[in-house]
């Protein structure tokens, strides 16, 4: 009845590796899953919890700050029945995210999951991290993007984490201390590095 939260640095290859930990270990992966329930809690659509995912600690706070015209936020309240701002995002995440924690045998990939479980019994928190060079060459590869393209997707993400852990109260999501371990996947391969979290959880 473990749990394991899958963190990383963007291109470090957290979704790949956290789908084979769940294969070996007859695990459920819990990702996208995660936000079509604060979406459906929140009586909006997945998109809109994107967005307020995406920007997080940016562009969203100076639209609902009022830069941007209140008349949009109108027609999306009307358009979508529910609202949704990143206090409401971060207090659902929570809940979502216990839930998973409470029913076990779950891989959580990122979403702050080692913020919201931390000290939770039979939980394992997993860091992986790369060279940003690799990243950038994972994403370019796996998504089919130039390599000017990657460089630009790995450094907005980068912040965009950033930016989104502000607001749990946190600085630096790839300090060690957070974590149970922490995987290079710059120096092991995809397989190596499940394995090592296989036998963490086990």
Not at 153 to 180: P, S
Request: charged residues 25%; contains cysteine.
């Amino acid at each position: 009845m473990s749990i394991i939260t899958i963190s990383r640095q963007y291109g470090a290859g957290g979704k790949t590796v956290g789908s084979l930990v769940a294969e070996k270990l007859g695990y459920k992966v819990f990702d996208d899953e995660i936000m079509h329930e604060v979406a459906r809690k929140a009586n909006v659509s997945k998109h809109w919890v994107e967005s307020v995912d995406k920007e997080a600690g940016g562009k969203l706070q100076r639209f609902l700050s009022g830069i941007i015209s209140r008349n949009l936020v109108q027609r999306i309240l009307a358009t979508e029945g529910g609202y949704i701002d990143e206090e409401i995002y971060i207090d659902l995440l929570y809940k979502v995210i216990s839930r998973i924690a409470d029913g076990g045998n779950a891989i959580i990939i990122g979403k702050g999951g080692q913020y919201i479980l931390e000290g939770f019994e039979n939980t394992y928190h997993v860091l992986l991290i790369a060279d940003k060079l690799d990243r950038v060459k994972f994403i370019e590869e796996n998504y089919n993007l130039s390599s000017s393209q990657a460089v630009r997707v790995v450094t907005a993400n980068e912040k965009k984490r950033a930016n989104l852990f502000r607001k749990f109260g946190k600085e630096g999501y790839d300090n060690h201390v957070h974590y149970d371990m922490v995987v290079n996947t710059s120096e092991l391969s995809i397989e190596k590095a499940a394995n090592m979290i296989c036998k963490l959880a086990g």
